[in-house]
């Protein structure tokens, strides 16, 4: 195991204060962190260790718009009663990562952090056009979480700068989210491929808005905008199977690797995005009534 | 690298180490604190579940903690499951339920399933399965450990 | 169930239970030793190469660092092995797969060894590495050893293929791959060595096989087997990758040359890279039937990569070899098999030795043959299931335990009917599928093979087992403890094991191949039986009375007159005069030379096996290709049950272990790396096994098993793989011949 020098902060302003420091690196949660350093993947000469600043542990409502603070755990999003309602895409990818044991310690921040184009909590926060806000001791800055990420495991995240929170608006009106993985197997499962899909419905039952994001597809988590165009305004439908498919593989670059295949990967994409889409259709009937 | 010191309740009891802080809690607890039941099955990668404590009541991978980040926490190991020299409902029902064979897993899965009672008394079988899902077991196939924790589940209503 | 027994066939407390449950366990990593110094080896990072030179001098002088070894510190024996002594401890002159241990560095801490690991410089001459078999086994391959690369050639015949061929109505030829897979015990390969005064050492291994390892070890040390002593840790799992002294062998190498205490735990990347596995193998099988079912011939051509090394490679080539007709008469039969060296991670015993990768093949064939000609997949097998007295191919005659075949049959007939009237969830196409299963018992014709196993019975009334053989984890010392306090009429908390320590135990043999309660079982009712004859010859003695006048029952000397007398008090006497009751017995496994045949090689044929039936019940998704198991009945004869939930324990973790070979297990090389830890390689979790589950456990009596038990260490995982396989034929209609049975392979996107 590598070694570092190690601060533990309460308070925002200590972390700021900490972070200010060259050469540190953010450990929250430890999960990705941890066997990273251990397999010489991740290099600090101080690490920061964030898990003890709680006012960053937070699901909040504010009104306009949901705000989740970073080191909100996987297991907290995934019991919260109020990202059920609001957003049940991050609930569901939320209780699918991993297990109990990396849920508890998982944060949302790191895993937008860790930034792994498989990362689960990634396609639910694109749908909702999440932003991030940003904090450092000489500032603070809001990115969109699209454009923060970069590449695989590459952020925007400057020296000196950690994620403070991650905020998006609800959706309002007949909408529905869901979120969709293949994994290898069912327990402690890695995704093969992942969605996320949201939906509104128009008081004509056509699809007045659709988001969609693909992971594990390309080098970071996607915004299929393609086959978002061609599903505005349509009828949703199975025969809608067909265009899903055809517009995704224009927008989709997936790799064959040690867990599967590439013409895996591009056939099941689209069967996921198909199937989100009925279930958010589903639930967005559901709300219309 | 700069010592540090972490001050923790261990099984119940104030426990302060002076570390190197790249050491996990996992080898804090194994090497210096005497407390062997948590194992290493996957090389510290979170894989195995068979280093795993209970903090502030949630079940942890302790290969993946650093020490440091312990501090002013609760933490439960096995050693510290017996109370007052009587085993605890879910130990017996372990044990009576022959859900122990090699025992490389059982400390993890048994602290993993405390973690679950306390939290859910009355599981559901696939809850249960949710539960130990982070358990890897090679011996058994699970079904005696599922076993015994309705057993143990049953054994704590009738307390 | 009947009971006439008191203790065998009831669900007991393990002794060594209690102490799993509260972290007391000492496994050999745990084991407190004063002064202990860390091991740490430098692996091979080629597949393949020249060793060229190996300069140590810098980290000599590193502070903590006291010992750098390579291959020409070794006293002794180089190399070692359990059939072909092919396996140098540390590699000499070539690197023939990645992770073989090259250096092996002792220091005081593990930085200081880290340390040193950095300064130590090899330079290698990398060579074109080979990984398959079958191009392994050309002459122009690249040549792994002296001898060439094939290691064993079989050709077992019985009766005449060409016939059986023409016999034939239908003809089918198939190809199945079965991949590398791990044993995935829990508790890494880990040793412990203490070197003592007067040359010699003790250590503490997690092995099958101690006795072997001190056997290995004193010839490495270049000592006198008595000057080393082996004691058995807790162990963790084994499955059969821990029947290899490798890393004790090492482990002994470091303390000897310190002079001290060292310990070697392995990390799990290194029990991936260079521990045995379960061997990869190709088999072409062709096997022809009538109209009416019944198969005519059989021929395959089995292609077995062995890696690096031979390990067990020619014993598992025997097993799978004999198994390749399964259960079924087949009158024309053709095996060629054939084990090669590669530059994979060595392959050597995995549970189930053969069968599993036979099994597959078989059962898969049986099915698709049932689907030929157009008959029910049970029919088939009923209209060709081997009867009692019947011989297989390799004409071992089976025993009357055969009729178990047909009531696995029926039983398995039973469970498919129930899982076959649940409907399919919405947008998933259900399928049922069983497959049989003939394990065999024992190492084989003409390999020695003697169990010893001895009773003390301590002045306090307790008998202790003095075992001989390593208890893995999968209960071995609850079972001869239940046997031998029946054989005693003793309650079972009265007996007990002792740990094995080579020093003072006797060798009961390797823990393996489904034989041990059968084999410790009969040593110790002989001992037992044994035991009460000294014990009546001594009260005689004490009483003045003719032995015979003496009866012994449940603890109890009684005399003619009714009078009983507690046995414990005629031990006190005899400890008074420094008597110790003891008895000791050997059971040698039986090949009856009227029913063994002798035209085989050595290790062939395996006489004695257990039969048994498991059924699947899957659901596949059609359009991601994903398999869940929902359903799972599991049937198998033990002969007799010794501990109810022992055997329960078996099966069910048999059953997830063969789940996993089905659908999720592969050893791959990808961008030259081989899989080497479990975020890759996916071990079934809880989430992943039915939750409808089914024993259904037969007992047919074999006569010459203890209290007619036989085994169940390793079947329960051999059926498993084409049940699942043979159940999303049902399903979906695609025939998966390659393991794992993934989605890609489902939807036909790789093969």
């Known amino acids: 195991m590598q070694e570092f020098n190690y601060y533990r902060p309460v308070t925002i302003t200590e972390l700021k204060e900490n972070l200010s420091q060259p050469g540190t690196r953010i450990l929250a949660g430890g999960t990705d962190i941890v066997p990273k350093m251990r397999q010489g993947k991740f290099f600090a000469s101080i690490l920061v260790d964030t898990s003890g600043v709680k006012a960053m542990r937070f699901i909040e409502d504010q009104g306009s718009e949901i705000v989740l603070g970073a080191l909100t755990t996987h297991q907290e999003a995934a019991d919260s009663a109020l990202l059920k309602n609001i957003n049940p895409a991050l609930v569901t990818a939320a209780e699918s990562i991993g297990c109990q044991q990396t849920r508890c310690r998982g944060t949302l921040g790191g895993n937008i952090a860790n930034a792994s184009p498989a990362a689960d909590t990634i396609p639910p926060l694109l749908i909702f056009d999440a932003t991030l806000l940003l904090q450092s001791l000489g500032g603070d800055r809001r990115i969109p979480l699209e454009k923060f990420i970069l590449g695989p495991g590459e952020t925007d995240l400057q020296e000196g700068e950690f994620i403070h929170s991650i905020s998006f608006k609800p959706l309002i009106g007949s909408w529905g989210s869901a979120f969709i993985k293949v994994g290898k197997r069912s327990g402690m499962a890695v995704s093969v491929v992942n969605t996320a899909v949201a939906v509104e419905l128009n008081d004509k039952g056509k699809i007045s808005d659709v988001r969609i994001a693909l992971g594990s597809v390309a080098p970071t988590v996607i915004r299929c905008r393609k086959v978002e165009q061609s599903l505005m305004g349509k009828e949703p439908e199975p025969s809608l199977m067909k265009e899903i498919h055809a517009a995704c593989q224009e927008e989709i670059s997936p790799i064959t690797d040690i867990r599967s295949t590439e013409e895996y990967r591009d056939h099941a994409a689209a069967v996921i995005i198909q199937r989100g889409l009925e279930s958010a259709v589903e639930q967005a009937v559901g709300r219309g009534r | 690298m700069k010592e540090i010191t972490v001050v923790f309740l261990l099984n119940g009891k104030k426990t302060s180490i002076t570390s190197l802080p790249n050491r996990t809690l996992l080898d804090v607890l194994r090497t210096d604190l005497g407390c062997t039941g948590a194992k290493d099955a996957c090389g510290g990668e979170g894989e195995c579940g068979a280093c795993t404590v209970i903090l502030n009541g949630k079940p942890v991978n302790s290969c993946m903690i650093f020490i440091g980040q312990v501090e002013d926490h609760q933490i439960t190991t096995i050693e510290g499951l017996m109370e007052k020299g009587e085993y605890h409902r879910l130990q017996k029902a372990f044990v009576d339920t022959g859900a122990v064979q090699c025992g490389f897993c059982t400390p993890g899965a048994i602290l993993t399933a405390k973690a679950l009672l306390d939290e859910n008394p009355h599981p559901t079988d696939l809850e249960i399965r949710e539960g130990l899902s982070g358990n890897l077991c090679r011996c058994t196939g699970y079904n005696k450990m599922i076993d015994a924790i309705h057993l143990a589940e049953q054994r704590g209503l009738d307390d | ?751």
């Not at chain 3, 090259?102 to 290698?124: F, M, N, R």
């Not at chain 3, 088999?283 to 009416?292: F, P």
């Not at chain 3, 994979?344 to 990768?357: K, T």
């Not at chain 3, 049950?641 to 099966?651: A, R």
Request: glycine share 8%; net charge negative.
């Open chain 3, 1 to 751: 169930m009947t009971d006439k027994y008191t203790t065998v066939g009831k669900s007991l407390h393990r002794k060594d239970a209690w102490e799993k449950t509260t972290g007391k366990a000492l496994y050999t990593a745990d084991i407190p030793v004063e002064n202990v110094r860390v091991g740490l080896i430098i692996r091979s990072p080629h597949h393949f190469a020249k060793i060229l030179e190996i300069d140590k001098k810098s980290s000599l002088d590193i502070p903590g660092v006291l010992a750098v070894l390579t291959s020409d510190d070794i006293p002794g024996a180089k190399e070692f092995g359990p059939l072909i002594s092919d396996q140098p401890s540390l590699a000499r002159d070539v690197v023939r797969h990645l992770g073989e241990p090259v250096v092996l560095i002792i220091g005081e801490t593990k930085q200081a060894a880290e340390k040193a690991a950095d300064q130590i410089q090899i330079s290698y001459d990398p060579l074109t590495p080979v990984f398959d078999p079958v191009q392994a086994a050309k002459e122009d391959a690249p040549q792994l050893h002296m001898d060439g690369n094939v290691i064993t050639e079989l050709n077992i015949c019985d009766g005449d293929i060409e016939e059986g061929f023409q016999d034939a109505e239908h003809i089918l030829e198939d190809t199945y791959n079965l991949p590398r897979i791990h044993p995935g015990y829990m508790e890494p390969e880990t040793s412990l060595a203490v070197w003592g005064d007067d040359q010699t050492i003790t250590v503490w291994v997690s092995s099958q096989h101690p006795f072997t390892d001190q056997g290995f070890i004193a010839a490495a040390l270049d000592l006198p087997v008595g000057n080393v002593r082996v004691k058995s840790g807790v162990i963790g799992g084994a499955f059969g990758g821990k029947e290899d002294s490798s890393l004790s062998i090492l482990t002994a190498l470091g303390a000897w040359a310190i002079k001290g205490a060292v310990r070697l735990v392995n990390t799990r990347r290194e029990s991936f890279l260079a521990h045995p596995k379960r061997h990869p193998a190709q088999i072409h099988y062709k096997l022809g039937a009538r109209s009416d079912g019944t198969f005519t011939a059989l021929q395959a051509k089995v292609h077995m990569d062995t890696g690096a090394y031979a390990s067990y490679g020619p014993a598992v080539a025997a097993i799978l070899t004999e198994t390749l007709a399964g259960s079924y008469r087949i009158p024309n039969v053709q095996v060629e098999t054939q084990v090669v060296y590669t530059n994979s991670p060595l392959s050597g015993a995995m549970r189930g030795f053969g069968s599993p990768q036979s099994h597959f093949a078989v059962e898969s064939m049986v099915d698709s043959m049932a689907e030929e000609i157009g008959m029910d997949p049970v029919q088939i097998r009923r209209v060709n299931i081997l009867k009692v007295g019947e011989k297989m191919f390799t004409g071992v005659v089976l025993n009357e335990t055969a009729t178990a075949l047909p009531i696995c049959l029926e039983k398995a007939q039973h469970a498919m009917d129930r899982f076959q009237a649940v409907e399919a969830s919405p947008g998933k196409k259900a399928g049922v599928g069983i497959a049989l299963a003939a394990q065999s018992m024992g190492l084989g014709a003409h390999v020695p093979d003697d169990s010893t196993h001895r009773l003390e019975w301590s002045p306090d009334g307790k008998v202790l087992i003095h075992l001989g053989s390593p208890d893995l984890g999968q209960g071995l010392a609850m079972a001869v403890e239940q046997i031998t306090a029946e054989a005693l009429g003793l309650p079972y908390n009265q007996v007990e094991s002792l740990p094995l320590d080579t020093l003072d135990r006797p060798n009961g043999n390797t823990t393996c191949a489904s034989r041990m309660t059968y084999m410790v079982g009969n040593a110790l009712i002989d001992a037992s039986e044994k035991l009460i004859e000294d014990l009546l010859s001594r009260a005689g003695d004490i009483l003045e009375l003719p032995a015979g006048k003496l009866i012994y029952k449940e603890g109890q000397i009684i005399k003619e007159d009714g009078t009983t007398l507690p046995v414990v008090e005629f031990l006190g006497r005899l400890a008074e005069d420094s008597i110790l009751l003891t008895s000791e017995s050997t059971f040698s496994f039986p090949y009856p030379e009227e029913t063994t045949p002798q035209d085989l090689p050595i290790g062939m044929p395996h006489v004695l096996y257990c039969f048994g039936a498991q059924v699947a019940r899957v659901e596949v998704d059609p359009d991601l290709g994903t398999v869940e198991v929902t359903h799972f009945a599991a049937i198998h004869d033990v002969g007799k049950v010794i501990s109810q939930s022992g055997v329960e324990g078996q099966i069910e973790g048999g059953v997830a272990t063969g789940l996993g070979y089905a659908l999720y297990e592969t050893m791959l090389n990808k961008d030259d790396q081989w899989v080497d830890s479990f975020t890759e390689y996916l071990l079934p979790t809880s989430k992943d096994l039915p939750i409808h589950y089914e024993n259904i456990i037969l007992e047919i009596p074999e006569a010459s098993g203890p209290y007619g038990a036989k085994g169940i260490g390793e079947i329960p995982l051999v059926p498993t793989a084409p049940a699942v396989a043979n159940a999303v034929k049902n399903a979906i209609g695609v025939r998966v011949k390659n393991l794992p049975i993934t989605p890609e392979r489902i939807l036909g996107f790789i093969d």
